[in-house]
């Protein structure tokens, strides 16, 4: 069964990088069916997707965001990691790492089939 | 970017009602349109994708349908345990996005 695990510091400091790693277990990262993505949940607020990456290192980011991002896989250690650069307060957020399906070369493709439990991060100082 | 409008953003209903909670996308998405459940301090999960598929293990009572840019989760006779917020999402162009929500409340 496919298991997602984000781990990183819980507390950042405004104008510093949030940096954050999910774990996958019971599937691989190399999967050509499947995105790995960052979805972020202020608390009380919505969902937003941050961006995704594909095996091949190819990513996908959320414009709004995407001067500050910075997404990267570890195929080696099957994981793949998000890196925020210049925190606010506006970044405090639980952030999800989640698996998504691919509808270019999968036809029924999901949406985020399997997450992650989720890691709130506070930008404080 | 394509907006995701969801509405009602929240909904009073009792076991046993059936609802329907509404998305409409800004544009032309096809079918590539998830349906989530989301309980507090929890992950989403997954209940509907491409629009009107149901996830495996989701109760068929959650079904899903389209018609144009307009989406539509219906709950046929709601359980206790379906009493959470609900998300759509579109997942046919980049950046991919979500419904605001619809936290579905015991009436």
């Known amino acids: 069964q496919l298991q997602l695990q984000e781990s990183g510091p819980g507390l950042v400091k405004p104008s510093e990088t949030l940096s954050l790693t999910c774990t996958v277990s019971?599937?691989?990262?190399?999967?050509?069916?499947?995105?790995w993505g960052w979805i972020r949940q202020p608390p009380g607020k919505g969902l937003e997707w941050i961006g995704s990456?594909?095996?091949?290192?190819?990513?996908y980011y959320n414009p709004s965001l995407e001067s500050r991002v910075v997404i990267s896989v570890d195929t080696s250690k099957n994981q793949f990691s998000l890196r925020l650069s210049s925190v606010t307060a506006a970044d405090t957020a639980v952030y999800y790492c989640?698996?998504?399906?691919?509808?270019?070369?999968?036809?029924?493709?999901?949406?985020?089939?399997?997450w992650g439990q989720g890691t709130l991060v506070t930008v404080s100082s | 970017d394509i907006q995701m409008t969801q509405s009602p953003s929240t909904l009073s209903a009792s076991v046993g009602d059936r609802v329907t909670i509404t998305c409409r996308a800004s544009?032309?998405?096809?079918?590539?349109l998830a349906w989530y459940q989301q309980k507090p301090g929890k992950a989403p999960k997954l209940l509907i994708y491409?629009?009107?598929d149901l996830e495996s293990g989701v109760p068929s009572r959650f079904s899903g349908f389209w018609s144009g840019t307009e989406f539509t989760l219906a709950i046929n006779s709601l359980q206790p345990d379906d009493f959470a917020t609900y998300y759509c999402?579109?997942?046919?162009?980049?950046?991919?996005?979500f419904g605001q929500g619809t936290k579905v409340e015991i009436k």
């Open positions: 989640a698996r998504h399906g691919n509808i270019v070369v999968v036809p029924g493709a999901k949406g985020f089939d399997s």
């Open positions: 019971g599937g691989s990262v190399t999967s050509s069916s499947h995105f």
């Open positions: 990456i594909y095996y091949s290192g190819n990513t």
């Open positions: 544009q032309s998405i096809s079918s590539w």
């Open positions: 491409k629009a009107s």
């Open positions: 999402q579109q997942y046919n162009n980049y950046p991919w996005t």
